[in-house]
């Protein structure tokens, strides 16, 4: 394959991309992992919400299946995108069970009560779907370098949840009670999303250190997996209650109903951080 770039497209990345095989095994165990999780029954109470383990079944089969097939058959991809997207959702919630095991270890934060099985089934689930986007990003001769719209949609998505934070501060009474009213203007929020803004930012950029470069699309990558594990949990998990899929703490009363948009755009915000680091910054002098 050539690796002539033009000023739009840059060459898919190869040398990290897993073999099938390592896919394989991935999907396999978090399918076992599944399994068993299904026949325990009913999982820790602060996982109410989170996915149902035949979500991780159906997402593993849906990968394996999408990756046997040809490269240019027209379902393969589409298949593969779907076992992403629904692998995704199987990880949803793995940050809160690593800070309750952090707890259990006497970091202070939440309860330390874990479920270890569900840990592990996300962990899997997580990894599985790295696997399985790196095998079908595999398949692409080329991705187009994302444009400036990309930048944009960071500054946007990074907006909402400092801007009902401090809306919450400033006395609004719109779902309020899912913030027990904040006594402090929210500094943090505001720091940490403008910081994932200006990174995005930094992103799309020319740099011409490779350690500068190497350090940015670390830390894009780090930012794009906290963001999409939270916003999918709340995306995907208001849909399935919704659905009735799962009987989850979602409650649309007193407007909280606001809560679901908001905490999506985290989701948002970490698919625009996932796509400017897997491009990375350009090289100096590109146009």
Excluded at 76 to 89: D, M
Excluded at 115 to 120: A, I, R
Excluded at 228 to 245: C, E, H, P, S
Excluded at 265 to 285: N, T
């Amino acid at each position: 394959m050539s690796i002539t770039k033009t000023p739009h497209e840059v060459p898919t990345p190869r040398l990290a991309a897993p073999s099938r095989g390592a896919l394989t095994v991935a999907c396999a165990v978090t399918t076992v992992l599944a399994v068993i999780a299904s026949v325990r029954g009913e999982a820790a109470a602060y996982a109410a919400g989170f996915a149902p383990p035949w979500v991780a079944v159906v997402a593993c089969a849906l990968g394996v299946a999408g990756v046997a097939l040809p490269a240019r058959h027209s379902a393969s991809t589409l298949i593969s995108w779907t076992g992403v997207t629904l692998l995704s959702w199987a990880a949803a919630g793995l940050v809160f069970d690593i800070f309750r095991a952090a707890a259990v270890l006497g970091v202070p934060g939440l309860p330390p009560l874990v479920d270890w099985l569900g840990l592990s089934l996300r962990a899997m689930a997580l990894t599985s779907g790295v696997l399985l986007a790196a095998a079908t990003l595999r398949r692409a001769d080329r991705l187009r370098r994302p444009g400036r719209g990309w930048v944009v949609a960071a500054w946007l998505c990074a907006a909402p949840y400092p801007l009902l934070k401090a809306y919450w501060w400033a006395g609004g009474g719109l779902a309020a009670e899912s913030s027990g009213h904040p006594g402090s203007f929210p500094y943090g929020e505001v720091v940490a999303f403008g910081l994932a803004a200006v990174w995005a930012t930094a992103l799309a950029m020319p740099v011409r250190s490779s350690p500068a470069r190497a350090l940015l699309v670390a830390g894009g990558w780090f930012a794009a997996a906290a963001l999409l594990n939270l916003g999918a949990l709340a995306a995907f998990g208001t849909l399935a209650d919704v659905l009735r899929i799962v009987d989850g703490p979602i409650s649309f009363d007193g407007g909280q109903w606001v809560v679901t948009p908001v905490y999506a755009s985290w989701l948002a915000l970490g698919i625009v951080l996932g796509r400017l680091s897997l491009a990375g910054p350009p090289p100096r002098g590109h146009h």
